[in-house]
């Protein structure tokens, strides 16, 4: 029977294990144990160094010795001209390195370089170990790979380090104990932890790399963390909109809210009235140098007249000042409206209209006075909500089929809010022709103040109780109720969007220089394939045009902003991040190119894939799935053979591994072919290249043989720029000289051609479907024209100003014209500039 506990190497064969050095490696012990050096002979390290770097990794395991040492060699500055930067150029050099060592070999040596390139003060010293020991050493992000795995466990490498601590391995440390396995195996096993420690600092460049490790060695990460997001504090309410000018904004509370307008400027509410022994008079409080004369002191009057009037006139003379009179006491206020039979249809809206008044009067600047309403039907009385647009809109709804509230009068002077309130009463004004309901006012008029009658022809009383019950009339007023509830409502003015325009360069079309571009383009040339295009329902269509232009069009309805002038010619892969983000990836045969396309703000990104996932033939396989591409690469390339996967989000290589290849995600919806290429195909065509640019005999710019002119107005519609065919026979004028053509936005597909007037004016030629006018009087801005023929075209100037249809204008530009002033305004005066 087998021990397990005989299956444990010893703590000397481990130890023997992990520090013995084949005669062929690419380091050795020398001096008896106490050097370790390079193959060449240069010195790496002394034994007290190495001893002292392995205790401070033995808490969290041995690493690879060969690794350790290589970073102590990197350590010292002179990394270059060392024997382990020559050992890995040579294996760099030998053909047998790739494909799977060549990645582990370029990232070691790339890990190792970085470290060279530190400050001093950070790779020497103390500071030595905390290098080490943040590369090695650090659980959370290493997972080491040793010769003999139970060396990696902290007990373990404690008993392991001691056994070579007490010098029993010193003599037979030079020989190795296994068979002498050649160099590319030596150094196998010691890439690993340099590769770990490499993922954690890679980035585009070796200077960024060394900004990272330096900032991993300064604070603990990689890089500063984002800073955090400042957080959103809640804006101070912003005041609540008037009631009014809230129902005045809502077409079914329109008339509503003239109605109460009206009846705020005609109702009055009379003060709450005083006994005599009630008057807030108070006591005299001073004497002062001003007041009215029934106030001068008594003393005053027994000079004689002369003097009398002298002290008056210097305000010598002295007057009594009374306290102030107390504050008087706030009466809260009720409003009880009838929503019975009588006040059905536009009664009920009157009868709305004139509580909304009379809670308005009951809120004064100084002093706001509480208000309170109820509804009253035929057996209950229920609250009203009358100072917010909801409950505006439900007491509109309140109705009750009861002949009258005369039962629910006395409820509703009853509740706790109508004590010691001034109750007002709103009801129609024949009901007090009515025995019950006269009845039963007059019993509850104790509880009342006032009351309120409305009729259907606009005339409303206010009446007020007196004690002992009787009814004074104090107003009656008329007003036209079909004028005030059924008027149209306004329409409300948009308001101008301001314009934004950048300076052109000199000698430049001001077109060029504004960003996003005023006019949209056409989209003539826009090829629609799964090879060049890309299409969402909720996004539109993005495509690359036969000029290599990346083109987003939302809508079919609209024309297509240019996101980017020129993509690279190759093998184009898309991937979408909704809302509004897409990805290509181009394949041009040596290069990898990777962007990113915010179709809402118009923001593009371009990465190069780096070094190491260029390829020397075609990709064989590439997917896009969950924010990600997956790509596969075949025989022949300088990378793993398997599935390479790039974050599109964090704009790298993360991950390389030869599991399955992932499906591509299916859209969840179906794809109308015939739908997509009405996006590239609207009826029109596009002029790109043109060669004769004059004036017709009746004054008209004439462009290869078509006239720009007003088109014919037609029953319902408006004049429009088009340009139209001429006559073969017309007799042309001023022709214009054409110059040398240059490139625009770097893309050799794209040109911008000058034709030149003998006044100086010009037009440039934009093989994008533009003409750019720019006259000779610097008083007139340019003014480029969409080259559309067979359809209305639109226009701009560099002022801002647009004209044409929304298509290439959009729907909602800051300044349009139509289109005969925009002609009367820039291009006859451009065209008088050519005929001076």
Not at 453 to 480: C, I, K, M, N
Request: net charge neutral.
């Amino acid at each position: 029977m087998n021990n397990p506990a005989s299956a444990i190497p010893s703590d000397s064969v481990l130890a023997r294990a992990y520090f013995s050095a084949p005669p062929l490696n690419y380091w050795r012990w020398a001096e008896g144990g106490e050097i370790v050096e390079w193959r060449g002979g240069d010195t790496i390290c002394y034994r007290e160094e190495l001893q002292v770097v392995l205790e401070n990794l033995a808490p969290a395991g041995l690493p690879q010795l060969g690794a350790v040492l290589l970073l102590l060699a990197a350590c010292s500055g002179a990394w270059a001209r060392s024997g382990g930067a020559a050992a890995l150029d040579e294996l760099r050099r030998d053909a047998r390195a790739w494909p799977d060592d060549g990645w582990n070999l370029r990232r070691a040596t790339a890990l190792l370089e970085a470290v060279a390139a530190l400050p001093a003060e950070l790779r020497t010293g103390p500071a030595k170990l905390h290098l080490l020991r943040t590369l090695l050493a650090d659980p959370a992000h290493t997972a080491f790979e040793t010769r003999h795995p139970l060396i990696a466990t902290p007990e373990r490498a404690r008993l392991v380090l001691h056994e070579w601590i007490s010098g029993r391995l010193s003599g037979p440390l030079i020989v190795s104990v296994t068979p002498q396995p050649e160099l590319l195996q030596q150094v196998r096993a010691d890439l690993p932890a340099l590769v770990a420690a490499w993922q954690r600092i890679a980035d585009g460049s070796a200077d960024e790399s060394v900004q990272k490790l330096t900032h991993l060695l300064r604070t603990g990460v990689v890089q500063p963390p984002a800073p955090l997001t400042q957080p959103v504090l809640p804006a101070p309410p912003a005041p609540s909109a008037d009631l009014l000018s809230q129902l005045s904004q809502d077409a079914r509370t329109y008339g509503l809210a003239r109605l109460t307008q009206r009846l705020v400027a005609a109702l009055h509410i009379p003060r709450h009235t005083r006994e005599v022994s009630e008057q807030p008079l108070g006591g005299v409080a001073d004497v002062t140098n001003r007041g009215s004369f029934d106030r001068l002191l008594l003393s005053e009057l027994a000079h004689d007249d002369l003097t009398l009037l002298a002290r008056l006139a210097g305000n010598e003379a002295l007057y009594l000042r009374r306290e102030a009179p107390p504050t008087q006491d706030v009466r809260p206020r009720l409003i009880l409206l009838d929503t019975t039979l009588r006040l059905w249809g536009v009664p009920r809206v009157f009868g709305l209209a004139a509580a909304l008044a009379w809670a308005r009067l009951a809120q004064p600047a100084r002093q706001r006075v509480p208000v309170a309403a109820c509804a009253l039907g035929g057996q209950q009385a229920e609250p009203l909500d009358l100072e917010s647009f909801g409950g505006v809109v439900a007491a509109l709804a309140r109705l009750d089929a009861a002949p009258h509230c005369a039962a629910a009068l006395p409820l509703a002077l009853a509740r706790p809010e109508a004590a010691g309130a001034d109750a007002l009463l709103i009801t129609a004004a024949e009901l007090l022709s009515q025995p019950t309901f006269a009845a039963a006012l007059a019993a509850a008029s104790p509880g009342l103040r006032f009351l309120l009658t409305v009729d259907r022809s606009g005339e409303l009383q206010l009446h007020e109780f007196l004690r002992g019950g009787a009814r004074v009339l104090l107003s009656t007023t008329r007003h036209d109720l079909d004028a005030l509830l059924f008027a149209p409502m306004p329409t409300p003015v948009p308001a101008a969007r301001p314009l934004t325009l950048t300076p052109a360069l000199p000698g430049e079309p001001a077109f060029l220089a504004q960003q996003p571009a005023p006019l949209l383009f056409p989209t003539g040339g826009l090829k629609v394939s799964p090879k060049t295009a890309f299409f969402h329902p909720q996004l539109g269509l993005l495509g690359v045009s036969q000029q290599q232009r990346v083109l987003y069009c939302p809508r079919r309805e609209q024309g297509a902003r240019e996101l980017l002038g020129y993509l690279e010619a190759g093998q184009n892969y898309f991937g979408y991040d909704a809302p509004s983000t897409v990805y290509v990836l181009v394949h041009t045969g040596p290069q990898l190119v990777f962007y990113s396309f915010a179709t809402d703000s118009g923001q593009v990104e371009r990465v190069e894939l780096e070094e190491d996932v260029l390829a020397t033939k075609p990709l064989t396989q590439v997917t896009y799935l969950q924010g990600c591409f997956y790509l596969r690469f075949g025989d022949g390339f300088r990378v793993p053979v398997g599935v390479t996967v790039f974050d599109c989000r964090r704009r790298h290589v993360v991950v390389r591994h030869t599991g399955p290849f992932p499906k591509p995600e299916r859209p969840g919806f179906t794809i109308d072919r015939g739908q997509l290429k009405q996006f590239a195909n609207n009826g029109y065509s596009t002029l790109q290249n043109l060669s004769r640019l004059r004036l017709s005999p009746a004054g008209e710019l004439a462009i290869d043989g078509r006239a720009l002119r007003l088109g014919p107005v037609r029953p319902g519609t408006e004049p429009h720029l088009q340009l139209y065919d001429m006559t073969p026979d017309a007799h042309l004028s001023h022709p214009a000289e054409p110059g040398p053509a240059r490139q625009l936005l770097d893309n050799p597909q794209l040109h911008l051609r000058p034709h030149t007037w003998p006044d100086g004016s010009q037009a440039f030629v934009d093989t994008r479907g533009l003409l750019h006018l720019r006259s000779a009087d610097p008083a007139l801005p340019d003014v480029p024209l969409v080259l559309i023929i067979d359809r209305p075209t639109a226009a701009w100037a560099a002022d801002g100003t647009v004209c044409g249809p929304d298509y290439f204008t959009g729907p909602d530009p800051a300044l349009r014209l139509p289109a005969p002033q925009f002609y009367e305004q820039y291009i006859q005066p451009f065209i008088r500039q050519l005929q001076q």
